[in-house]
């Protein structure tokens, strides 16, 4: 069985939400993790801070952050077990990021025990 | 606490902490940005406990990233304008790298001192109350529209306005002085008595956001009660009576969230702490010359929380209830006043005083009079009752009004 991670990209996030719209989104992100736990194909994950973030350039050339505004949103991932893409990109419609417009989770198999590397 | 109410229970308690401590660091001009932080803070934590499971800690996680959001934003913008003006560069450098001082002490001044920023005499008090509830409380446009009964259009352009005056003043986050806090109080206990007021009669059918709501306000008054300056017997009378009515929250629904009307109401349901809280702080107002709305009517809620129909009960009602109209008018006061009448003058006299309100927009009037004319004209009764019902904004106020016509 492969491994494929789950990338969440957000666009901006200047959106207004009620606290009471941004507790359904925690509990829909729970309840997905939770399916894709209950069928034992989820591998681990994490949110990304945007605190404390750089980005290297060329010649060693350090920004801060991916970003130049104030408004954005965290990305994050999750890794899956899955037999095929097409599974792993079944996991990933079901992704509550896929609400937000704009906001996309890329689908992508990993190296490590593909069958051909270790 | 139940899990699925969290994030908004944290909102309504920690929003309006961020907001005001990074206003007060950032300069009131700034306060849109300080509640951007903080609303952005809320969305971060959404999606990183979504994630990554709750943090044992979550007030403090709630603080950590908003603080480290305003070093980001400080910095971002220090770097901004060293680049344009070089000649600022010592000053920006070091208000970039002092902290943002999230200490219970600086949380709880900085509150204080943004409530009467906001109750600043340059605009309108209903857009101090606007702005009070949106930055203090973190109400929605939403919910502030339907606090004031007007529309979204109105609200957001009164707040917007709200903010350009408040830039223009140079309003600064501080305790006013003497003069100023006497003056701005009326304002904001205006404020702290709206917000309840959402939280105990609002349409909302959330339980525990409006019983939060009730707390909030609480704390808010509580907070000035407990600082030297502020504690104010209007203060005192505003707590107590607050406290008064807090204490009948657990009676008021039954199993079902449905309304329970006063008379049908078990008494051992409502809270003997809060009573006795409420009576000392009744005895706390009795000091100075001041008598304020607030002490009458919460010597009126005092009163409420004394069951039985006895003639002192409702002599004192009353003569408090006329009191109350000499200093404040208001038509529900006024309609709540008849009540009191026809338990000392009788019915036929009570319906009189009632019908000269001639509030025909309101299902409260039509309630009144459906009660008065109870077992007295109960034809007249029911007409009231029934006009009440078409006016009834709830599906449970509906569902009261209906159990009264049939119990005719």
């Known amino acids: ?118 | 606490m139940a899990q699925p109410e969290l994030i908004p229970h944290l909102f309504r308690t920690e929003y309006r902490k961020i907001v005001s401590v990074l206003s007060k660091r950032f300069g009131f001009d700034q306060v849109e940005i300080a509640e951007d932080i903080a609303s952005d803070t809320f969305l971060t934590a959404a999606q990183i406990w979504g994630l990554n499971g709750l943090p044992p800690n979550p007030v403090a996680w709630l603080y950590h990233v908003a603080r480290n959001k305003a070093k980001n934003h400080l910095q971002r913008k220090s770097v901004f304008e060293n680049k344009i003006a070089p000649e600022l560069k010592q000053g920006i450098t070091e208000s970039f790298e002092s902290d943002i001082d999230m200490s219970p002490q600086n949380i709880n001044d900085s509150q204080l001192q943004m409530m009467f920023a906001i109750c600043h005499p340059s605009i309108s008090s209903e857009s101090q109350i606007g702005l009070s509830l949106r930055i203090l409380c973190g109400f929605g446009i939403e919910e502030i529209t339907d606090a004031f009964l007007t529309n979204r259009e109105t609200i957001y352009k009164r707040l917007l306005r709200a903010r350009e005056k408040l830039r223009e003043e140079k309003i600064r986050i501080e305790m006013p002085d003497a003069a100023a806090i006497e003056s701005r109080l009326e304002n904001v206990l205006t404020t702290i008595y709206l917000l309840f007021n959402e939280g105990y009669y609002s349409l909302n059918q959330n339980q525990t956001l409006r019983k939060d709501l009730c707390l909030e306000a609480m704390r808010l008054c509580t907070m000035l009660v407990e600082n030297k300056t502020t504690n104010k017997p209007a203060v005192n009378a505003l707590l107590s009576l607050m406290c008064f009515h807090a204490s009948r929250f657990e009676a008021r629904l039954d199993d079902n969230g449905e309304q329970v009307l006063y008379e049908d109401q078990d008494e051992n349901l409502w809270n003997p702490e809060l009573i006795s809280r409420g009576g000392y702080f009744l005895n706390c107002a009795a000091s100075g010359e001041q008598v304020s709305k607030y002490h009458f009517e919460a010597a009126i809620a005092y009163w409420s929380t004394q069951k039985g129909d006895t003639m002192e009960k409702w002599e004192n009602v009353l003569h408090l209830y006329d009191q109350l109209l000499q200093i404040s008018w208001s038509p529900i006061a006024a309609l709540h006043r008849t009540f009191a009448l026809s338990k000392i003058k009788g019915k036929s006299a009570a319906v009189a005083e009632a019908e000269k309100l001639n509030l025909v927009d309101n299902q409260f009037y039509y309630l009144m009079l459906g009660e008065l004319n109870k077992d007295m004209d109960n034809g007249k009764a029911k007409e009231s009752f029934e006009k009440a019902f078409l006016l009834a904004k709830t599906d449970a106020g509906r569902k009261a009004i209906q159990l009264k016509i049939e119990k005719l």
């Not at chain 1, 666009?11 to 034992?40: H, L, R």
């Not at chain 1, 990109?89 to 609400?99: D, I, N």
């Open chain 1, 1 to 118: 069985m492969d491994e494929f991670i789950l990338i969440f990209r957000h666009q901006d996030g200047n959106q207004v939400a009620s606290p009471e719209q941004i507790q359904i989104w925690m509990k829909q992100t729970m309840d997905w993790i939770g399916t894709i736990s209950a069928k034992n194909k989820f591998v681990g994950g994490n949110g990304l801070h945007f605190q404390e973030a750089k980005t290297v350039g060329h010649k060693g050339i350090v920004t801060n952050g991916p970003f130049g505004e104030i408004k954005e949103t965290i990305g994050g991932y999750i890794i899956v077990k899955s037999d095929s893409v097409q599974e792993a990109v079944e996991f990933a419609k079901g992704s509550p990021v896929l609400q937000g417009e704009g906001n996309t989770v890329e689908v992508r198999k990993l190296v490590k025990g593909d069958g051909v590397h270790k």
